[in-house]
């Protein structure tokens, strides 16, 4: 089954927190990472969680992980019309830097 | 802006030919890895290389293969191109301990 799975689509009206979930299941993870992709290009690092901490804030970004239930979370406030792309979760194992990608959920906000 | 270029950023082939795609960074930064995105899919990781030697493959056939030069540019080869082969290729380069940083991609099309 896939390593890292995402749910596929959300809608959020201009102004509202979005929040966009994900789900790994290996333990080993080492490194977390959200990534952003808008049409036609390729991939922006948004912001990453090293395994051993259970939140990280970085502007309008909130990071959530919970490692029991091997559960991230990337919560967006105040979300715009320029945050409308497909975000992926990714993880890396162990001391390796090759990343692991869920399918990505497409964002879409309205006015 | 990641400093990373790939060329060329679209191509058509046919089904049973080969292709090569290109990929250099300004950073220099000593790790490259490939990734293929298919369409609607997260990207999946093809291979990486690290002082011109391969580091690591993920789940692709022999007819991928890659080359790394001493200025750490590296090169992507598919032989025998299948339909499937459709994708947006991802190079992304980084050093140990450091984010990965993509390039925009090359968008293969086999028909």
């Known amino acids: 089954g896939e390593d890292v799975e995402q749910s596929l689509f959300l809608s959020v009206r201009e102004g509202d927190s979005s929040v966009i979930n994900c789900t790994y299941t290996d333990s080993s993870s080492t490194y977390l990472y959200w990534y952003k992709q808008e049409p036609g290009a390729g991939l922006q690092l948004l912001t990453y969680i090293f395994s051993n901490m259970d939140m990280k804030q970085d502007q309008r970004l909130t990071v959530l992980l919970n490692k029991k239930d091997k559960h991230l979370s990337l919560r967006i406030a105040d979300t715009q019309t320029g945050d409308s792309a497909i975000y992926f979760c990714?993880?890396?194992?162990?001391?390796?830097?090759?990343?692991?990608f869920g399918k990505g959920t497409m964002l879409l906000v309205s006015p | 802006e990641t400093g990373v270029t790939q060329s060329p950023t679209h191509l058509i082939k046919t089904r049973g030919q080969q292709v090569t795609l290109r990929c250099s960074s300004q950073s220099g930064h000593n790790t490259v890895s490939w990734y293929q995105q298919a369409l609607g899919q997260g990207p999946q990781f093809i291979f990486q290389y690290y002082r011109e030697e391969e580091n690591g493959r993920g789940n692709f056939p022999p007819r991928f293969s890659g080359l790394q030069f001493p200025n750490y540019s590296s090169e992507l080869n598919v032989n025998a191109l299948e339909l499937d082969d459709s994708a947006l290729y991802l190079c992304?380069?980084?050093?140990?301990?450091?984010?990965?940083?993509f390039g925009q991609g090359t968008r293969l099309t086999v028909v």
């Open positions: 992304a380069f980084n050093s140990a301990g450091t984010e990965a940083f």
């Open positions: 990714a993880e890396t194992l162990g001391g390796y830097s090759t990343l692991t």
